[in-house]
Nanobody, 115 residues
Framework: QVRFVESGGDLVQPGGSLRLSCTAS????????MAWYRRPPGKQRELVAT???????KYPSAVKGRFTISRDDAENTMYLQMNDLRPEDTALYFC?????????WGQGTQVTVSS
């Protein structure tokens, strides 16, 4: 059974940093194009960062230059380094594959940016 486990979320002040982790099981991780998503309060889920198996990385303009996605295929783990956090980054963060997410989604990890 596929399982995604996200961790690393916390309450941080604006300008702070966090590193999120995502561990996957039940899939051949190294063969998957992966993404971080987030769901801000009262809003739809949105893409935060994507990383293909060949290392192609993309970010939306809202996080470009502040967030960095990486992966360790040997550990079936993906990371999201988030710097210069802003209140608008407050959301529940998830990992999954790109384009055709796999069910079930993980529980996510909560990031709250507030002073």
């Amino acid at each position: 059974q596929v399982r995604f486990v996200e961790s690393g979320g916390d309450l941080v002040q604006p300008g702070g940093s966090l590193r999120l982790s995502c561990t996957a099981s039940g899939i051949i991780f190294r063969e998957k194009n992966m993404a971080w998503y987030r769901r801000p309060p009262g809003k739809q889920r949105e893409l935060v960062a994507t990383m293909t198996t060949t290392g192609n990385i993309k970010y939306p303009s809202a996080v470009k230059g502040r967030f960095t996605i990486s992966r360790d295929d040997a550990e079936n783990t993906m990371y999201l380094q988030m710097n210069d956090l802003r209140p608008e980054d407050t959301a529940l963060y998830f990992c999954n594959t790109i384009w055709t997410p796999i069910e079930p989604w993980g529980q996510g990890t909560q990031v709250t940016v507030s002073s």
